[in-house]
């Protein structure tokens, strides 16, 4: 059974970097998989935000790419999103998932973890 | 950024059957590109309950059932029960944006 887990700060200040890391269990992220990041704002819908693949193929949202950075630790089975220069409006929960290659669309989900940006 | 639009929200009976649709463009769904779809029930992990626009995966019940036609999609529910309630969201591929991911907008389905 493949499971995910965020983990990271609740509570990050304006203009400050948000990084989140995701704990793989039953899938090893030197797999054939996209490892991704999506976000859901507070009432809004889900916003893809950056997908990564072990041979180090690193693929960002455009609006967000500049600030976006992910990447992989096989050693730890784990990946990572690094956010810089948060605002209010990165206040979201964040979800981890593994990614299909193919025909792109996420197969597994983490819970999500709240990430609050405020002073 | 949501290029794929839901209705807000549906609803029925239990028994009932209910289908949601996500339409798109000639740059998403009418391109070509697959439709997946998603169930997010309060609480939980999102859970992918379509793929490949048709196909559902191991342990998804055949009361799901996905289509596609033209720029639009459609996920239908039947047989609704109460542990449905929750939200789904559909996701495909726009090439006008350079997006891996476009959700839907979201609908949320309530058991009356």
């Known amino acids: ?119 | 950024q949501s290029v794929l639009t839901q209705p807000p929200s549906v609803s029925g009976a239990p028994g009932q059957r209910v289908t949601i649709s996500c339409t798109g463009s000639s740059s998403s769904i009418g391109a070509g590109y697959e439709v997946h779809w998603y169930q997010h029930l309060p609480g939980t992990a999102p859970k992918l309950l379509i793929y490949g626009s048709t196909n559902r995966p191991s342990g998804v019940p055949d009361r799901f059932s996905g289509s596609k036609s033209g720029t639009s999609a459609s996920l239908a529910i039947s047989g609704l029960q109460a542990e449905d309630e929750g939200d789904y969201y559909c996701q495909s591929y726009d090439n006008s944006l350079g997006v891996f991911y476009v959700f839907g907008t979201g609908t949320k389905v309530t058991v009356l």
Do not use: M
């Not at chain 1, 600030?67 to 220069?85: C, E, G, M, P, Y």
């Open chain 1, 1 to 119: 059974q493949v499971h995910l887990q965020e983990s990271g700060p609740g509570l990050v200040k304006p203009s400050e970097t948000l990084s989140l890391t995701c704990s793989v269990s039953g899938s090893s992220v030197t797999s054939d998989y996209y490892w991704g990041w999506i976000r859901q704002p507070p009432g809004k819908g889900l916003e893809w935000i950056a997908n990564v693949h072990q041979r180090g193929s690193t693929y960002y949202n455009p609006s967000l790419k500049s600030r976006a950075t992910v990447s992989v630790d096989s050693s730890k089975n784990q990946f990572s999103l690094i956010l810089s220069s948060v605002t209010a409006t990165d206040t979201a929960v964040y979800y981890c998932a593994r990614g299909r290659t193919g025909i792109v669309y996420f197969d597994y989900w983490g819970q999500g973890s709240l990430v609050t940006v405020s002073s």
